[in-house]
């Protein structure tokens, strides 16, 4: 069961009677009812009445208290970046009001929407195509692609485990937002809530990897980061937003000399609807 401790009682108890493996999401809203994703599916947060919950402003001031420890300052670096993190890896998306000096944002405040996403490890879910990933002793650098909320770190989740019981070779996951917190292995290194640039340069070259797993390449620099990562003999295995293989490859700063296979994750949740090798060509 995954941490709770932070969210207020009644919602607490609520949440508790659910079967979390099909728990996705909770969203709660300043004076809004709690909508939950259950099972892929939107749906309303009901009490025993069967009546909707609402979200109030003392809820959210439970839960940024107790997620930050009562220190709100010492918590500031992620709140500014848009969100926190609890035990056991779930992240709390945060919207509220940005506050700037000189065009720099340093807070969020008044903050009037949580958008908690429930961490899930689902062993087996890349068994659709390990083997195209790995053959032999050779690693492919792979990247995975789906829209947001379609399994893509669960996914990652679940190859990190694979690799490490083959032992390959050393993995380090660059772990930006904490949501591979409970992934472990004897072969297994992370760096966590730093940014690709520092993780790239500062773990590739103090803890000589063989693999690499990055989470959601974003950016021109993310791909130079795996690019001179891949040139340095290490193995990456990554994800990126898409709904396609075109949202990639069309992309300015693509470049194909980075990944030899492209696994397409399609519109229900975790399922792979293709699989590409360098030259853009399905196998």
């Avoid at 992620?78 to 720099?104: H, P, S, T």
């Avoid at 990944?259 to 399609?266: H, K, P």
Wanted: neutral net charge; aromatic residues 12%.
């Amino acid at each position: 069961m995954m941490e709770l401790k932070f969210l207020p009682l009644r919602i607490k108890n609520v949440i508790e009677t659910l079967d979390v493996d099909k728990l996705y999401e909770i969203r709660f809203r300043v004076n809004q009812p709690i909508k939950i994703n259950f099972n892929g599916k939107y749906k309303y947060l009901l009490n025993s009445y069967n009546e909707k919950i609402f979200a109030t402003n003392n809820d959210f001031d439970e839960i940024i208290k107790k997620v930050t420890e009562y220190s709100l300052y010492a918590y500031n670096e992620k709140i500014k970046n848009g969100y926190l993190y609890a035990l056991g890896g779930v992240r709390l998306g945060l919207c509220g009001e940005c506050v700037f000096d000189n065009e720099k944002i340093i807070t969020i405040k008044n903050i009037t929407s949580i958008n908690l996403r429930v961490p899930h490890n689902i062993s087996g879910c890349s068994n659709t195509f390990f083997d195209k990933l790995v053959q032999g002793s050779k690693i492919y650098n792979t990247l995975i692609i789906s829209p947001p909320f379609y399994g893509k770190t669960t996914m990652l989740k679940d190859v990190a485990y694979k690799l490490n019981n083959l032992n390959l070779g050393n993995i380090l996951i660059i772990d930006e937002r904490g949501e591979f917190t409970n992934v472990q292995g004897e072969n297994i290194d992370k760096i966590t809530f730093c940014n690709k640039s520092y993780a790239f340069e500062y773990g590739v070259r103090v803890m000589s990897p063989s693999i690499v797993i990055a989470d959601e390449l974003v950016g021109e620099n993310d791909w130079n980061y795996v690019y001179n990562a891949c040139k340095s003999g290490v193995s990456i295995i990554a994800s990126a937003h898409g709904s396609s293989i075109d949202d990639v490859i069309n992309k300015s700063f693509f470049n194909n000399k980075v990944f030899e296979r492209y696994v397409v994750i399609s519109e229900k949740i975790g399922t792979v609807s293709a699989i590409y090798d360098k030259n853009i060509s399905l196998i």
